[in-house]
Nanobody
Framework: QVQLVESGGGLVQPGGSLRLSCAAS????????MGWYRQAPGKERELVGS???????VYADSVKGRFTISRDNAKKTVYLQMNSLKPEDTAVYYC??????WGQGTQVTVSS
């Protein structure tokens, strides 16, 4: 059974940066859709960004120009580089890999 393990969350000041990682513990197909979602308290889970096996990316309008999603198929890992963080980016961030499900989530808190 494949497990998705996220890391890299934490507390950061506004304007700071964090890099999230999501690694698959078992074998996965390289031609899978991968994405990052987030859920803030009292809000629905929303797509932050996604990347296809061919490297095509899509981002939510709220993070365009600040966040970058990337993947390393050999390492079975998807990344989310988050720059210029804002308090409204505070949420639990989840990775999703098509056909394999969700990670456990990692908390990102942006606060001074």
């Amino acid at each position: 059974q494949v497990q998705l393990v996220e890391s890299g969350g934490g507390l950061v000041q506004p304007g700071g940066s964090l890099r999230l990682s999501c690694a698959a513990s078992g074998s996965i197909f390289s031609n899978t859709f991968m994405g990052w979602y987030r859920q803030a308290p009292g809000k629905e889970r929303e797509l932050v960004g996604s990347i296809t096996s061919g490297g095509i990316t899509v981002y939510a309008d709220s993070v365009k120009g600040r966040f970058t999603i990337s993947r390393d198929n050999a390492k079975k890992t998807v990344y989310l580089q988050m720059n210029s963080l804002k308090p409204e980016d505070t949420a639990v961030y989840y990775c999703f890999v098509g056909g394999y499900g969700w990670g456990q989530g990692t908390q990102v808190t942006v606060s001074s």
